[in-house]
Structures are given as structure tokens and as C-alpha cells.
Nanobody, 129 residues
């Protein structure tokens, strides 16, 4: 059974940084796409960033326009861990952040939440002004 567990969320002041982690268990995911989404109160879950395998040890990273240049997604396959480094945080980044995995052979746009096979329970990020 695949499980994803996020951690690292916290309360931080605007301009600060946080690093979220997502530990995956129940398999190996080096060739599976993984992503981060977030959901603010009263809003739909929205895409933040994703990473997908493109061959050998290479991965493609993609970002929502709202976080491009501030957030960085990375993965450590030896630890089965996905990261999201968040810098220059803004109050509008406040949300519950979720880690998702799209397990092969499932396909679908990584920008859409319904393409992901498994989700973590989420971690709260609150940015104060």
C-alpha cells in the first residue's frame, strides 16, 4: 500500500522560507511523477509544482506561475522523499499543502489533481503579513 506523509508546514512571516518534505512508502517511485498542490479555505486544490522522469537520471520540473522563481521542487530517490523549498513566502501562499504521486501506468496532466493516484494528508503552511 502506497503512503505519502508530508511534513514541514509551519507559521512563518512574509518573506521567510520553509522546506516541505513528503516521504513515500510502499514502493519505489523513481520513475513516477510526483507533485505538490495546495488548498486554501473555500478554494479548490491548485497545482504548485511537479517533477517527472524524462530518462536516465533526468527529471523535468514544472511550476505554477504564482510560485515560479520562489519555489523549487526536488526529489531524493534513495530516501523516497519529495521536497518543496519555498522562499520569499507571501500571505497568499497560506494553504494546506499536499503531496501527490501519479503511479505508472496512470497518465494524465500533472497540472490536474485528478491525474494523481495517491495523496498525503497535507501539511499547513501559514504566512503572516
Amino acid at each position: 500500500q502506497v503512503q505519502l506523509v508530508e511534513s514541514g508546514g509551519s507559521l512563518v512571516q512574509a518573506g521567510g522560507s520553509l522546506r516541505l518534505s513528503c516521504v513515500a512508502s510502499g514502493g519505489t517511485f523513481s520513475r513516477d511523477a510526483m507533485g505538490w498542490f495546495r488548498q486554501a479555505p473555500g478554494k479548490e486544490r491548485e497545482f504548485v509544482a511537479c517533477t517527472s522522469w524524462i530518462g536516465f537520471n533526468a527529471y523535468r520540473a514544472e511550476y505554477a506561475d504564482s510560485v515560479k522563481g520562489r519555489f523549487t521542487i526536488s526529489r531524493d530517490n534513495a530516501k523516497n522523499t519529495l521536497y518543496l523549498q519555498m522562499n520569499s513566502l507571501k500571505p497568499e501562499d497560506t494553504a494546506v499543502y499536499y503531496c501527490g504521486a501519479r503511479i505508472r501506468p496512470v497518465t494524465g496532466s500533472l497540472f490536474r489533481a485528478d491525474a494523481y493516484t495517491y495523496w498525503g494528508q497535507g501539511t499547513q503552511v501559514t504566512v503572516s503579513s
